[in-house]
């Protein structure tokens, strides 16, 4: 104010002035699809590595399913104690299967995932090159 000119006719500044200008120019500065980066491998370790992942994977699986199928039998278990005298007694059996069902159907996504894991090119070719080999041992001469 002190000493600077107030302009009316100044160009427009580089800011958007609503929220649909400041969303059309967001979208045309970000980049349109983000790739995740590539994982860097020694030669001759890239498939050792991918099963090594992919087992840990499958681990986790494990984890995450033993710990949920623990916290529904204790809900259920604190639920019973609550509404039922020796409730947590009485209600053992059916608390306990619901924690292992609980359990198991999260574990079931386990063998489809170890089953993605092995299904790789090399591995293929690995199953291949056995067949054949077997093949040749088992035919008549």
């Known amino acids: 104010m002190h000493g600077e000119p107030h302009d009316q006719t100044a160009a427009p500044s ?4 609503t929220a649909s200008e400041a969303a059309s120019s967001a979208s045309a500065t970000a980049p349109l699809a983000a790739r995740p980066k590539k994982r860097k491998y020694s030669k001759g370790l890239k498939e050792i590595q991918q099963v090594e992942r992919s087992i840990s994977r499958a681990s986790t699986r494990v984890a995450r399913a033993v710990a949920k ?3 529904t039998y204790r809900k259920r278990s604190a639920k019973s104690a609550l509404t039922k005298r020796d ?4 209600d053992f059996p059916v608390n306990l299967a619901e924690g292992l069902g609980k359990t198991m159907r999260v574990l079931s996504g386990i063998p489809a995932d170890l089953a993605k ?3 790789t090119p090399r591995a293929r070719q690995r199953v291949r090159r056995q067949l054949r080999v077997t093949s040749r041992v088992l035919r008549p001469r």
Do not use: I, S
């Not at 580089?14 to 002035?17: F, G, M, N």
């Not at 409730?87 to 009485?90: E, P, W």
């Open 117 to 119: 894991a092995m299904n």
């Open 87 to 90: 409730g947590a007694l009485r």
């Open 69 to 71: 199928g623990m916290q």
């Open 14 to 17: 580089a800011e958007p002035t």
